[in-house]
Each structure stands twice: as structure tokens, then as C-alpha cells.
């Protein structure tokens, strides 16, 4: 039976190994996924080591762990017994430049200039190839999540809901493509009759994050399919094992080279591609400044159309009329919880900079802090499923330990036990969230965006404060507003009003989010260039394309009633 501590992390590592538990799930065994690249519709299992490079899961217990057969650790002292080690679970390709641009000469062969067999396809057709394609990947469900739970520190439960959100997405998708947006019908505007479709852009480039590289990368990369598009896709350095699981279900479903997937160092085989002119389109998931350099790589830049989610720094904003009310105070502080530390705080849409008024700030932390140090920490496997988990690299962790040193040095505190601190020793990856207070203007961590379990709290005296905040900000993705029912709303409907101009969407009394996947998704500044929704997402990568004639012009209703029935694209999802 597990110890109960309260105010203090709780730390559960499920054993494997020679330890593990008779409760144990499957996905608590590594996986063992083998190298293979996708292109031109054929798939080739890589056995040489050359020009492969290991893969290695965030974290497992060592075998220095097993001879005391312990199930549990807390965090009173005896995580000196615990040691984490990373374990290898497959092998990724590294692309040359050279096998990167035979990658797009198979996507340029497969689009023929508009002409080949995928944008030739009627949107019925199509439908039909991603439905096959989706019953494929369903074969690949378990090992998938089992895959994100090993190489990005995913729980069971949240590996699990974002496979079944991405087939739930690409479901929404197809039911969209019978709407009046892309299944209308014939229109007359004075002496023109007119049928509105939307047909391809053409070859996109698509390049998807670590955090929910299933999710956010089909997020884009199904819409730019459905509408005919052929797609080059960069899978992601870190979290990209589990694209590897999808070759054999796109090679089922799609003609040879619609689909055409690289690997390796983005640096070294984006640039070429793009540089040669032949990218139509480019669907990215990541950083601004690698967005902007890799754009600026086309020779024709007015020509490439964009979808960019990028950086983000959400505000959460408690008003003073949260504190008159405990139940208020108590669904701010969830919500706060849930939304700057869910998945360590790797989400774009996270809360991570959280305004409180100075005045109220010791009772925020009185409350905030011990929930804090309730959070369950351990291992993805681990049932009931932690809050936080091992960060996916390193690299991760440096960047936490440099935003805490340089808040630190200029003021800050870090006030919950053992906040930043690694369980498990140096080979670790697993942190105890940290809670820094009071967080300035002159702090790193006040501007950049931490992507990880690091909640600054910023105290203000005036609303001003916040708003300048927003206003001189470079992002512009959402804001979460923390208010009491019944209480004096002009400090809420003054900042939606202020912030309509910024971010993309204003949450009152929750955290921020992206679903339902139905509401546009959207953002300003360097936080997004497009709108991200199950009907916008078509939208964004194809081009309404109009056919037209006079209905005084000598044509007949049976003319048209022929050309119609005898056009793919003029067919419709039925």
C-alpha cells in the first residue's frame, strides 16, 4: 500500500526489469522499433548501422534498483535509492541531402504538375484511401502508444487519447467534406452560374513537433491529403519513432509517392528541398526562427503558402474577485495546475506565466503550492497515471536548469520542496516541477517559453501591468482569465475587449486549450500564421477553384449535366 505524504511530491516508479510488478502493463516492456524509410510507396527496413542513429526511451529503472524489490518511492528521502537510466527502443534514418531531394522527386512524380494520380482523384476517392489508410493504422493503435510512452515520457492515458483524438480528428474531416463549404452547389450571381471546389495547392512540406507528433502533425498533413495534395513530411527529431509505425498503412492505402516521409537532421535536408523552388506549401509545427529560416530558403517565397504554430507564452490572470470566494479560488487554482503542468508543461496552449495580485499573493500560494507537491511524479506506465513524467531529452532539462538559475540569481525563489530537482540520478530526465516567486520583467524566464515544468508567478499591482504585458508581447496565441461568478465583470469584458486584437482565444475560468477541434485554432503575431479547426484546416491547404458559365450563353442544362457527371473534381463526397 502506498504511503500518503501530504504536501510533498509523491513519487511512484513502477518497476521493469527484473522488478517488474505482477500489475504491470505492457507498455511498461521497451519497444524495439527498426529503422525503415518511406519513399515512393516502398518501404525499406534499414539493418546496416550506417547512417542510423540510436533512439533511447526518456527513462526506466536500472538494474540497481531491483535487489530491495521496491514498487514505490517517495519524496522523503529515499529516492537515493532510485536510479533511472535511459534505454535504447529503436533506431531512426538520417537522411543525406541527396536522398532528401530523391524524397521530392518521387513527390514531384506523384503530382505531375496537378496531373498525377492523387490530385486526378475525385474527393470521394480520396475519402476512400485515407478510410482505408485509418483502418491500417488502427492495427498499429497499442504500439504507437506504446512508443509515445517510451520516447516522450507520455502517460498511458494521454498516449492513448491522442491516438484516438487524431482518428476522431480525421473522422470530423471527412464528415466536414459533405458540408456547403466544399459540397455546395451550382449558384447564380446575375448571368453567371457557378460551381465553387477547392482543389490542391500542391506539394507541401510538413513538419510536425515532438510533443504530439501524431496529433499536430495529422492535424495538417490529413487536411493537405483529403484535398489532394502530395506531402514531403520531416519527421520530427525527437518523438518521431511512431511515424515509423504508419509507413506500412500509408504504403497500403495511398498511390506511390503521395506520401514520402524523411529523417535525420532537419538543418542538413530542408533547406535543399526548399531551395529548389518545387514546395508549394509549408505546414509547420515548431519554433519562429527555424520557421523563418527555412522559408527564406525558397526562391520564390510570394509563391508558398503558409501554416505555422509556433511559440507561445499564455497568460493566466487572476483578478482580485477570484480571492472573495473560496470555491472560485479553488477552480482557479485546478485549472492552473492542470493547465501549466498537464504533460509537464509541454503543450503549446500551456499556462506559462501566471499574474496574480501582489496584494493576494501570499493566499494564491498558500493554495497554489501545496497542490503543486501533490502532483503524482513517476514513470509513463505507472498506474494510476502521474502528472509528470521524465522530459523526452537532456537537453530539456538544461534549459529548465538555465531559466531557474537566471530567475534565481535576479530574485526569484523556488518555493515548493525539492522544486527542480532530478529523481533518479544523473542519467535522469524526471523534475519535480518548480514554482517560481516572485518572477520579474528582468527574468528569462518572464519572455521566453519554457516548455516544461517551470510555473513563474508574476506578482502585479495594476491590471495596466498585464496589459502591457499583451500588448508589447510577441505572442499572441491565448489568455485564461480567472474571475468569480457574480462578482463586478467590467475587469473581465475591459481585457477581452483589449485582448480581442492579440490572442486568438480568450478562456474565462479555464485553461487554455485547442480542443473541440471544431472552433478555429488560430493565433497572432509569432505564435501562428493560419487557423487550425477540422473545416479551416481544409481550407488552409487548397484553393477554391470556381467553374463557370453564362446562362445566357447558348448552354444547355444537359451540356452541363454531362460535364458534371463526367468530372472527378466536380463530384462531391456523397
Excluded at 355 to 371: D, G, M, N, Y
Excluded at 479 to 488: H, K, L, N, Q, R
Aim: neutral net charge; glycine residues 8%; proline residues 6%.
Amino acid at each position: 500500500m502506498r504511503p500518503s505524504i501530504p504536501n510533498q511530491v509523491f513519487l511512484s516508479i513502477l518497476l521493469v526489469g527484473c522488478c517488474r510488478s505482477e500489475t504491470s502493463i505492457s507498455s511498461s516492456t521497451p519497444p524495439n522499433i527498426q529503422a525503415r524509410t518511406l519513399i515512393n510507396g516502398e518501404i525499406n527496413y534499414i539493418r546496416s548501422a550506417n547512417n542510423l542513429k540510436d533512439v533511447y526511451g526518456c527513462c526506466t529503472l536500472s538494474d540497481e534498483t531491483c535487489p530491495d524489490k521496491k514498487s514505490s518511492s517517495s519524496a522523503d528521502g529515499n529516492d537515493d535509492e532510485l536510479h533511472l537510466q535511459r534505454v535504447k527502443i529503436g533506431s531512426m534514418p538520417q537522411f543525406s541531402k541527396a536522398e532528401a531531394l530523391a524524397a521530392l522527386a518521387a513527390a514531384r512524380k506523384a503530382w505531375d504538375g496537378g496531373m498525377g494520380t492523387w490530385p486526378q482523384m475525385s474527393i470521394a476517392e480520396r475519402v476512400a484511401r485515407i478510410r482505408q489508410f485509418v483502418a491500417a493504422l488502427r492495427e498499429s493503435r497499442s504500439e504507437i502508444i506504446t512508443t509515445l510512452q517510451w520516447e516522450i515520457g507520455k502517460t498511458t492515458k494521454d498516449a492513448t487519447a491522442e491516438f484516438d483524438r487524431t482518428v476522431a480528428f480525421i473522422e470530423q474531416l471527412i464528415d466536414a467534406l459533405r458540408g456547403p463549404d466544399f459540397a455546395g452547389d451550382w449558384q447564380k450571381v446575375g448571368s453567371t452560374v457557378a460551381l465553387t471546389r477547392r482543389a490542391a495547392v500542391g506539394i507541401v512540406m510538413c513538419l510536425g513537433p515532438f510533443n504530439y507528433p501524431l496529433n499536430e502533425t495529422y492535424a495538417t498533413l490529413i487536411p493537405a491529403l483529403l484535398m489532394g495534395n502530395v506531402v514531403v513530411m520531416k519527421i520530427p527529431t525527437v518523438g518521431g519513432l511512431s511515424h515509423l509505425l504508419t509507413m506500412e498503412a500509408f504504403s497500403k492505402s495511398l498511390p506511390a509517392g503521395t506520401i514520402n516521409l524523411i529523417s535525420g537532421s532537419g538543418r542538413e535536408t530542408m533547406p535543399p528541398l526548399m531551395s529548389t523552388g518545387s514546395i508549394d506549401g509549408l505546414a509547420f509545427i515548431g519554433g519562429s526562427k527555424a520557421a523563418d529560416d527555412l522559408i527564406k530558403e525558397h526562391p520564390h517565397p510570394h509563391r508558398l503558402k503558409l501554416f505555422l504554430q509556433l511559440e507561445a507564452k499564455n497568460m493566466g490572470i487572476f483578478l482580485h474577485d477570484v480571492f472573495s470566494s473560496s470555491r472560485a479560488l479553488e477552480h482557479a487554482i485546478s485549472q492552473t495546475i492542470t493547465g501549466s503542468l498537464s504533460y509537464n508543461g509541454q503543450r503549446c496552449t500551456a499556462l506559462k506565466l501566471i499574474f496574480v495580485p501582489r496584494q493576494h499573493a501570499p493566499t494564491f500560494l498558500e493554495h497554489f503550492i501545496p497542490s503543486v507537491e501533490r502532483l503524482k511524479v513517476g514513470l509513463p506506465w505507472d498506474e494510476p497515471n502521474p502528472t509528470v513524467t521524465p522530459l523526452p531529452n537532456a537537453g530539456r532539462v538544461a534549459y529548465m536548469k538555465q531559466l531557474i538559475a537566471d530567475a534565481t540569481a535576479k530574485g526569484a525563489k523556488i518555493v515548493n520542496k525539492r522544486g527542480g530537482e532530478i529523481v533518479g540520478g544523473e542519467d535522469s530526465t524526471l523534475m519535480i516541477p518548480a514554482v517560481l516567486y516572485p518572477v520579474t520583467k528582468d527574468m528569462n524566464v518572464y519572455h521566453e517559453e519554457q516548455f516544461g515544468p517551470v510555473v513563474p508567478i508574476v506578482p502585479y499591482d495594476s491590471l495596466k501591468e498585464v496589459v502591457r504585458y499583451a500588448k508589447d508581447g510577441q505572442y499572441g496565441q491565448q489568455a485564461s482569465i480567472f474571475t468569480v461568478e457574480g462578482g463586478d465583470s467590467a475587469e473581465a469584458s475591459s481585457l477581452i475587449d483589449k485582448f480581442s486584437s492579440i490572442f486568438g482565444k480568450i478562456n474565462i475560468n479555464s485553461q487554455c486549450g485547442r480542443s473541440p477541434d471544431t472552433l478555429p485554432f488560430s493565433g497572432r503575431r509569432s505564435s501562428a500564421m493560419g487557423v487550425m479547426s477540422v473545416v479551416d484546416a481544409l481550407r488552409e491547404f487548397s484553393v477554391p477553384t470556381v467553374v463557370a458559365y453564362k446562362g445566357d450563353g447558348g448552354v444547355s442544362a444537359e451540356l452541363v449535366e454531362r460535364i458534371e457527371n463526367e468530372s472527378s473534381f466536380m463530384k462531391s463526397v456523397s
